[in-house]
């Protein structure tokens, strides 16, 4: 079978993916280790049976809606590529949302303490480690399997400006004063349909769903945030759908101030982001 041939049959098979012939594609090149530019400049060239293969035992659990981030080992986010497993989720870009919204909240050169809560593979501690080579960043996560994909990510980009920490959330920023809290926490309430489908049950569960209808994390992270903030100090969550609302008002319940909220690229809201202005340390509730 040539590379043509096995990508139009692979297409067919796709019917579960908004991008049958690219997922193919992706896959393809994987398989042959070379470039897709390649597949286009051989169509006409024999696969070996081995390649041909491995190639559709891939095409075979993506037409289960295993995310192709999986199959492939990688995933693209920010500037950069990502190793990624089912230890950590698919990073998506409406996350960059979150760093760029970061990047321009504080100075580039400067000697921010920032801390990623939930870090995954890493994807937001190092987009900001990267961009921002003099702050400091410290990357939590209570997986210890998604910190070492989160680590070894850091070792390819070559940042050492970023830390790694196991904890639930604001446990694990030990003490000190941050400049910066961010985080993509879980927000999918528990029995909620979208768990089922697509990719999503291939992904991480302990990183998509929270008791609380979702807010779970939200309010423990407000809450804990206050004690380590400093005064002028910002919070930015990624949220989900319908979450904008009432996540304002949960921080500002707490006693944030400046808090605003976000729209994506498909105008989606995505982003809540809040200020703490107060002196001194609160005791959580």
């Not at 230890?87 to 580039?108: D, F, K, N, Q």
């Not at 830390?163 to 920023?173: H, K, N, P, T």
């Not at 049950?201 to 206050?226: M, N, T």
């Amino acid at each position: 079978m040539t590379i043509k041939q096995a990508l139009d049959a692979a297409a067919v098979e796709l019917k579960c993916s908004d991008s049958p012939r690219l997922d193919a594609e992706i896959m393809l090149a994987h398989v042959l280790k070379v470039e897709r530019s390649y597949l286009f400049t051989h169509p006409e060239l024999e696969l070996s049976d081995d390649s041909l293969q491995c190639f559709q035992r891939y095409v075979a659990r993506r037409a289960q809606s295993e995310p192709i981030a999986y199959l492939v080992g990688n995933k693209s986010f920010w500037d950069f590529e990502l190793a990624v497993n089912s230890h950590v989720l698919v990073p998506r870009p409406e996350t960059e949302l979150l760093v760029e919204t970061a990047l321009e909240l504080g100075a580039a050169d400067e000697a921010l303490r920032v801390a990623d809560l939930g870090t995954g593979s890493g994807a937001i501690a190092l987009a900001l480690a990267k961009e921002c080579p003099a702050w400091r960043l410290l990357a939590a996560d209570i997986s210890l399997e998604a910190l070492e994909v989160a680590r070894q990510n850091a070792e390819a980009l070559n940042l050492i400006n970023v830390e790694f920490v196991q904890g639930s959330w604001c446990e694990a920023l030990g003490t000190g004063w941050d400049d910066m809290i961010v985080s993509n926490p879980p927000y999918i309430a528990p029995g909620d349909p979208h768990l089922i489908e697509g990719g999503l049950p291939f992904e991480p569960k302990l990183a998509l769903q929270a008791a609380d209808a979702g807010f779970a994390a939200f309010k423990s992270i407000a809450d804990e945030a206050r004690q380590h903030l400093r005064p002028g100090g910002w919070l930015l969550l990624e949220h989900g759908f319908e979450q904008q609302v009432q996540l304002k008002a949960l921080l500002l319940e707490l006693g944030y101030a400046a808090v605003s909220g976000h729209g994506d690229l498909a105008s989606c809201d995505r982003l809540v982001v809040a200020q703490w202005n107060q002196a001194q340390t609160v005791a959580s509730d």
